[in-house]
């Protein structure tokens, strides 16, 4: 009867420790999800950035023009043709390169931001099925030793 006792109570503490472990792998999992969620939220906040530094530099552009058109109809020059208006080519050439690596830049931080969470979810998936291994391993082991103990 103690034999009995014995292997009931072994088995009884394995299946604790299997849905512990389950348990686990799914906290850790849910971690990873976070993880990921952050991750994103952290690539689109970058973004952001980099197309706020976009914007700034077509507002820079503005200005620029601006200036550049008054001080030569000021001057009495044509503002739209001559030297200001190769200025000003070049000032919107400038302005036009920086918002496209800006955008170029938002855009690959959004991708990292996405593979890196992909990333992560990946990982939880992984606890989740290394979690159900775990919890069958030590499930099998507590049915062997409770057979033993017979």
């Known amino acids: 009867m103690s034999g009995a006792f014995f292997a009931g109570t072994s088995f009884l503490l394995s299946s ?24 994103l939220l952290k690539g689109r906040a970058e973004a952001v950035e980099y197309r706020q530094r976009g914007v700034d530099a077509l507002r820079r552009l503005n200005e620029v023009l601006a200036a550049s058109v008054a001080k030569a109809a000021a001057g009495g020059v044509d503002p739209l043709s001559g030297s200001t208006a190769v200025i000003n080519m070049a000032s919107q050439a400038q302005a036009i390169r920086e918002k496209n690596i800006s955008e170029n830049n938002a ?15 990946r990982a939880g998936q992984i606890a989740i099925k290394t979690g159900r291994v775990q919890s069958a391993s030590t499930l099998t082991t507590g049915l062997i030793r409770a057979g033993q103990l017979l």
Do not use: C, I, P, S
Not at 23 to 32: N, S
Not at 107 to 121: H, N, T
């Open 16 to 39: 604790k420790q299997a849905k512990a472990e389950r348990e686990g792998a799914k906290m850790q999992a849910e971690a990873y999800d976070m993880q990921a969620a952050e991750t």
């Open 107 to 121: 855009l690959a931080a959004e991708g990292d931001a996405v593979f890196q969470a992909d990333q992560f979810r």
